[in-house]
């Protein structure tokens, strides 16, 4: 069954996407058709949006789910006017922060995803720069990375390290084993000077072979066999330095990233993971 579902908010609609995607997953039986709607800070494009899921309604023939983080609530009274059910994802945690923290809160439109921490922002925009600058080998000067991944081609090397980059300003540099590497069956001296920084990135081969064939159909470097030796030597390579592995097979970017987190116990100012 087929459920149109709306993300909406007076900023980038991103908490709400997530907050909101991460309810309906739960719901694996049921299939969702999505739509991420930001900015809507007044209340013309909220009357806009309010006609779109009335005719998503009449289409779908049942209402829509609307997921919002939006601040002001006759915006969010002029969406709920319409044929949908409301989740606003703030209003339930308000008032008991209110309650707890024994101030009232000051809505800001965006400020989830504003310069509100014009420090931390700036951290993750240099962050974001080096992992560019430091991806698949590019530069492997590494002494100012927080983190260096280290795993065979298609691993998920590049897509953690932006987002260790983008979310937690954490600079993360990735370097791919070659053919060259595995035949000197050990890690470069270059890597190993850095090893406590290191973590290795593994992937089953069958799904590492899936994953290489929309790039590189019925190539040598897709078939199987070239992605069970790679991974199997890729694995040695690090167990015999004693740098730890994570398995990235059925693992989100966003799954291996706190698990990197976890691993290395990252202190720093904008954010603070503890072992538990």
Do not use: W
């Not at 069958?206 to 040598?220: F, Y």
């Amino acid at each position: 069954m087929l459920r149109t579902v709306f993300f909406i908010s007076d900023g980038t609609a991103i908490t709400a996407e997530t907050l909101g995607h991460a309810l309906l997953t739960q719901f694996a039986q049921l299939e969702f058709q999505q739509f991420r709607i930001p900015f809507i800070d007044s209340q013309e494009k909220a009357a806009e949006i309010a006609l779109k899921i009335n005719q998503q309604a009449i289409t779908d023939g049942q209402c829509p789910l609307v997921f919002t983080t939006m601040v002001d609530q006759g915006l969010i009274a002029t969406i709920a006017a319409s044929n949908c059910q409301v989740f606003d994802l703030f209003a339930a945690f308000i008032k008991p922060l209110e309650q707890q923290l024994g101030v009232s809160a000051k809505p800001s439109v965006g400020a989830a995803h504003g310069l509100v921490d014009a420090d931390g922002y700036e951290d993750r925009m240099e962050a974001t720069n080096y992992a560019l600058t430091h991806d698949d080998g590019m530069n492997i000067r590494f002494d100012d990375a927080d983190i260096i991944l280290i795993g065979v081609s298609r691993s998920g090397k590049t897509p953690t390290c932006l987002y260790l980059a983008l979310h937690f300003g954490i600079k993360a540099a990735n370097y791919p084993l070659t053919d060259d590497d595995m035949d000197e069956s050990r890690l470069p001296a270059f890597l190993l000077k850095h090893k406590d920084k290191l973590i290795g990135l593994s992937i089953n081969p069958e799904r590492l072979s899936e994953i290489r064939q929309t790039r590189k159909p019925d190539s040598r470097y897709a078939s199987l066999r070239q992605c069970r030796y790679e991974t199997e030597t890729a694995e040695s390579m690090l167990r015999l330095s004693a740098v730890p592995v994570l398995r990235t097979t059925s693992s989100s970017v966003e799954e291996i990233a706190s698990r990197i987190i976890l691993e290395k116990n990252f202190q720093r100012p904008h954010f603070r993971y503890d072992i538990v």
